[in-house]
């Protein structure tokens, strides 16, 4: 089965979901969206409110720049996969909650399934988290790890893939310093797309923690 069909099935599930209280809250499911045959997907936290209106991820002041930030490397929205790590709206935008990245977590571990990325950007702690205990790593803290190049063994995927953590845009929005980490972030995935075939050494956690 192609992967646009794969995706629309998982979509259909994921419309009709109630795994968790999310779905008392939602307008809309924010599923993702982009290119399913992309090498590079893009993981957020949660939709917010322009989102839940919508029904597309990162469409909001966040999202405007995060668009922005792919553009500036040449790339458009539609060559890359953006998604969410739950696809409903929090309350009030508050942090997800553990059950709720529970539930929702056979949603995305699928979505990465399908697309099979070579590259995925994680935008903010959650789904830095997330990815991060998909390869049975310990998490740590976004300002600790962002930027960083690892190559990564995700339970659910047969090959390594490159993880390159940064802020979420929305942190971005009123803090200057963040922003400037964000775009030295996009320089360092222009790298990555451009040498990813000469990647050859694995880049692991361990191994940035123990020679920096
Ligand atoms: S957030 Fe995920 S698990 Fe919760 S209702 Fe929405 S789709 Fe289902």
């Keep these: 089965m192609s992967k646009e069909k794969q995706l629309e099935e998982l979509r259909r599930v994921v419309l009709e979901c109630r795994k968790c209280k999310l779905w008392q809250y939602r307008r809309n499911v924010v599923f993702g969206e982009g290119s399913p ?3 590079i997907m893009f993981i957020g936290e949660a939709p ?3 989102e839940d209106l919508s ?7 966040a999202g405007k720049l995060l668009t922005q930030l792919i553009n500036s490397i040449g790339l458009r929205r539609e060559d ?4 969410n790590v739950l696809k409903c709206r929090p309350p009030e935008n508050r942090d997800p909650e553990p059950d709720e990245i529970e539930a929702c977590r056979p949603y995305l571990e699928k979505q990465i399934e399908i697309i099979q990325p070579e590259i995925i950007v994680t935008l903010g702690r959650y789904s830095t988290k997330f990815i991060l205990e998909a390869a049975g790593t310990t998490p ?7 930027g960083t190049v690892l190559r990564l063994k995700l339970r659910f995927l047969p090959r390594e893939v490159i993880v390159l953590p940064m802020y979420h ?3 971005a929005l009123y803090n200057p310093r963040v922003r400037r980490y ?3 972030d996009f320089k360092k995935l ?4 451009e040498h990813r075939i000469a990647l050859k050494e694995p880049v692991t956690l361990d191994k940035f923690f123990n020679t920096t």
């Excluded at 890359?80 to 998604?83: A, D």
């Excluded at 740590?140 to 962002?146: A, D, L, T, W, Y």
């Design 37 to 39: 045959y992309t090498s």
């Design 48 to 50: 917010g409110e322009k």
């Design 55 to 61: 029904g597309r991820p990162f469409v909001g002041s």
């Design 80 to 83: 890359v996969y953006i998604t």
């Design 140 to 146: 740590q803290p976004i300002s600790r790890i962002r």
């Design 169 to 171: 845009p929305a942190a």
């Design 182 to 184: 964000l775009e030295e």
């Design 190 to 193: 222009r790298q990555c797309i």
